[in-house]
Nanobody, 115 residues
Framework: QVQLVESGGGLVQAGGSLRLSCAAS????????MAWYRQAPGKQRELVAA???????SYADSVKGRFTISRDNAKNTVYLQMNSLKSEDTAVYYC?????????WGQGTQVTVSS
C-alpha cells in the first residue's frame, strides 16, 4: 500500500497561486491513478482533479482553467498547481491514490484564501 504526504498548503490572497505536492512512498507509483480532493467546513469531500497512470487529466467544473494536475513518476510525486485562487477554494486538500484494491489517502493540507 502506498503512503502519501501532502505539502504546499498555506494562506494566500484571492487571485494568488499555490502549488500542492503529494509525495508517495511504496512501489509501482506509475501504475496508480492519482487525484486531489478537497473538503471545506460543513461540506462533503469533493473531487478536484485526477490524473490516470497514462497521464489523462480531468477537473471539476469549478476549477477548470485555473488548476492543473501533473505527475512526475521519477519522483513519485503528483502536483496541483492552483492559480487565480478564490475564497471558495478554501478547504483541506487531500491526495488520493488508487490501484486495484489499494485506495490510499494523505493526511491533508490546509489551503486558505483570503478575500
Amino acid at each position: 500500500q502506498v503512503q502519501l504526504v501532502e505539502s504546499g498548503g498555506g494562506l494566500v490572497q484571492a487571485g494568488g497561486s499555490l502549488r500542492l505536492s503529494c509525495a508517495a512512498s511504496g512501489s509501482f507509483f506509475s501504475r496508480y491513478a492519482m487525484a486531489w480532493y478537497r473538503q471545506a467546513p460543513g461540506k462533503q469531500r469533493e473531487l478536484v482533479a485526477a490524473i490516470t497512470s497514462g497521464g489523462s487529466t480531468s477537473y471539476a467544473d469549478s476549477v477548470k482553467g485555473r488548476f492543473t494536475i501533473s505527475r512526475d513518476n521519477a519522483k513519485n510525486t503528483v502536483y496541483l498547481q492552483m492559480n487565480s485562487l478564490k475564497s471558495e477554494d478554501t478547504a483541506v486538500y487531500y491526495c488520493n491514490a488508487r490501484y486495484f484494491l489499494d485506495n490510499s489517502w494523505g493526511q491533508g493540507t490546509q489551503v486558505t484564501v483570503s478575500s
